[in-house]
């Protein structure tokens, strides 16, 4: 038996705490993953269970019909474990309505960005949904394929404008720099080449809100499934797995209607660039360093890396030493007492998040988790010991047995073999677009 609406759920569990049938569809999930589920979804949840209203959330995974496996013949419900070292805490997650495959029923996806209803639409795409080029800007070529974003919202965004709708929030979740003036630009490119007559709409009508999201969600186990299966007393297909600290920085800049996420623990604020900085260049780029060099000492997971004394000196040097003195903080913002915290979060033997998992698409993280901050140190004449080193190991991983699960997989193969492969993945006019330019000594 499986987790529906109508199975009764064990005292320490906790269920939604409001009327799911009573709610309309206000948000569309792009990417409807893991992440999703144990964080915006979960906000939304809090939100409703609050006493806001409307903001049911339908998901779309843009290409594989796994997530609309799990979640549709469970009434879109699925469980949300807490874990750390001394207990888990399991609740029930409602927020999901059902979960659309766009490859399968493209129509449907546009008819829920189209809906009177829906107020904004959402992404956790990765860094290669967003189909970037290494200029930064849109790859127009691959935008027309069957997985882009773009198309769906063009589409949904034009059925608005003919219907005399209001315009979107188009909220990126993903770990982009500036992530909200990133998808405006790359959405105004794609509009400019299949919808030009709906950019002056978009631009009057549509808002794209920078975002900071901070939540560590390992991939779902067979084992996490068999855990939560003794406490619910029920299959949960659709189960996921995270730590007990979340946050999520938003920028208060909306088209319309939004959910009261401030009052269920989400900071609305002016600017997000200090706190998404501090993300991306000392936790993202911190996780992306113990995989690399975690994998190359052998190790499976974060906290076992993180725990070897080889380790663990070199990724607080990179927090505190390398990446801390590039970050403009914002009042209050405490980069010393966010590094501390997070080498406790690294060191969670509760969550096993696998390195490698850390280690996909690295040609995607690496210029805004590691080349931004070695291009500050460069201009003033210093260098980042930690980086450098987690750069070889980088590409000590291209060279070995590893499977490399990137988009640039076979070019960042190529590149990597033999001698001058710094050069060729970093140099000018090399493989990786940055600032920063290796030493020839390096």
């Not at 009573?22 to 409703?48: E, L, N, P, S």
């Not at 904004?120 to 997985?147: H, M, N, Q, W």
């Not at 939560?228 to 938003?250: C, H, K, M, Y």
């Not at 490698?356 to 210093?382: C, F, N, V, Y």
Request: charged share 20%.
């Amino acid at each position: 038996m499986r987790l529906t609406a109508n199975v009764p759920l064990p005292a320490p569990v906790t269920a939604p705490g409001y009327d799911r049938a009573a709610q309309a569809a206000g948000i569309v999930h792009i990417g409807i993953g893991a992440f999703h589920r144990a964080h915006q979804a979960v906000y939304t949840d809090d939100a409703m269970g609050a006493g806001d209203r409307d903001w049911g959330i339908v998901g779309v995974s843009l290409r594989s019909g796994d997530v609309a496996a799990q979640l549709n013949p469970q009434d879109g419900l699925y469980t949300v474990s807490a874990r750390s070292a001394a207990k888990a805490e399991l609740r029930v997650i409602g927020a999901v309505q059902k979960v659309l495959v766009a490859a399968d029923e493209p129509q449907a996806v546009i008819a829920a960005i189209a809906a009177p209803t829906t107020h904004i639409v959402s992404f956790t795409v990765t860094e290669k949904g967003y189909l970037r080029g290494i200029d930064g800007l849109l790859d127009l070529a691959a935008v027309r394929g069957p997985s882009s974003l773009y198309r769906f919202v063009g589409a949904g965004l034009a059925a608005r404008k003919a219907a005399g709708l209001p315009g979107l929030t188009l909220l990126s979740c993903d770990n982009l720099a500036d992530n909200g003036a990133a998808l405006n630009v790359l959405m105004r490119q794609y509009l400019a080449a299949d919808h030009p007559g709906l950019i002056d709409w978009f631009d009057a009508n549509c808002r794209c809100p920078a975002s900071m999201i901070d939540r560590i969600v390992p991939a779902t186990t067979e084992a996490d499934r068999a855990a939560v299966a003794s406490v619910l007393g029920v299959r949960d297909e659709g189960a996921v797995v995270t730590e007990g600290f979340s946050q999520w920085v938003i920028e208060d800049d909306f088209a319309g209607p939004r959910p009261c996420w401030e009052a269920v623990g989400a900071e609305l604020v002016a600017a997000v660039a200090p706190y998404e900085t501090a993300k991306l260049r000392m936790l993202n780029g911190a996780h992306s360093a113990l995989a690399y060099i975690g994998l190359g000492h052998g190790h499976e997971f974060v906290h076992q890396a993180i725990a070897d004394p080889a380790i663990r000196p070199a990724i607080e040097r990179l927090m505190l030493d390398e990446a801390a003195p590039t970050i403009d903080v914002a009042p209050g913002q405490d980069l010393r007492a966010y590094a501390a915290a997070l080498l406790g979060r690294f060191a969670n033997p509760a969550l096993h998040h696998r390195l490698i998992q850390i280690a996909m698409d690295g040609s995607q993280k690496i210029p805004q988790r590691w080349l931004e901050t070695l291009a500050w140190h460069q201009a003033r004449g210093s260098r980042c010991p930690s980086l450098e080193a987690a750069i070889a190991a980088w590409i000590a991983f291209l060279q070995s047995d590893h499977r490399i699960d990137d988009p640039l997989a076979d070019r960042l193969r190529e590149a990597a073999a033999g001698p001058g492969a710094m050069v060729r993945l970093f140099g000018e006019g090399g493989l990786i677009a940055s600032e920063w330019r290796p030493d020839p000594a390096t």
